[in-house]
T-cell receptor, first 114, second 115 residues
């Protein structure tokens, strides 16, 4: 497994602003992911954070709205840009370890947009 | 298109009961099937996982049953306790053939275990 931390743990933001969420892992991992979990809902993959190259986004998510950085094998950031109330969600990072794709999640960042 | 269908949406059992949560998948390329447990305000925690080369896997009080031909898998919790009350998510991914291990989640089951 891996120990994953996220900052901030929660935030309340105004419409039109941006928030950058940090994800730190205690060991080097090749694959990191960002998910969104809307209130009372399941998890939806936003993108795969690739070290040294652009992130790979899933359908419905674009780089202009959710820019991602992955400067090294232990750290990634997700920015939620030009926020609206519809962006209010829990944002989670995860890392893949092991041979069969085991993924471990961080504690999440609870974002409320007013 | 929902690729992993989970049922029931919610489940209430008495302490000591055996809740069963079911999932069905559509993509036959999936080859890794984990279950996650999530408590309010926390990130999902990997509980147990199975690959399609086995029909059952047990870890402590948690058992996964897997039926490849029916494209279904289920989670059984033996001797359930109030501390097991949480939301459970099944998921599936493709771990080979160049895919990047993306997890597709079911919609979740809210389990309540009454004392």
């Amino acid at each position: 497994s891996a120990v994953i931390s996220q900052k901030p743990s929660r935030d309340i933001c105004q419409r039109g602003t941006s928030l950058t969420i940090q994800c730190q892992v205690d060991s080097q991992v090749t694959m990191m992911f960002w998910y969104r979990q809307q209130p009372g809902q399941s998890l939806t993959l936003i993108a795969t954070a690739n070290q040294g190259s652009e992130a790979t986004y899933e359908s419905g998510f674009v780089i202009d709205k959710f820019p991602i950085s992955r400067p090294n094998l232990t750290f990634s950031t997700l920015t939620v840009s030009n926020m609206s109330p519809e962006d209010s969600s829990i944002y989670l990072c995860s890392v893949k370890t092991g041979h069969y794709g085991e993924q471990f999640f961080g504690p999440g960042t609870r974002l409320t947009v007013l | 298109q929902q690729q992993v269908k989970q049922s029931p949406q919610s489940l209430i059992v008495q302490k000591g009961g055996i809740p069963i949560i079911n999932c069905a998948y559509e993509n036959t390329a999936f080859d890794y099937f984990p279950w996650y447990q999530q408590f309010p305000g926390k990130g999902p925690a990997l509980l147990i996982a199975i690959r399609p080369d086995v029909s059952e896997k047990k870890e402590g009080r948690f058992t996964i049953s897997f039926n490849k031909s029916a494209k279904q898998f289920s989670l059984h919790i033996m001797d359930s306790q109030p501390g097991d009350s949480a939301t459970y998510f099944c998921a599936a991914s493709i771990g080979s053939g160049g895919s990047n291990y993306k997890l597709t989640f079911g919609k979740g089951t809210l389990l309540t275990v009454n004392p």
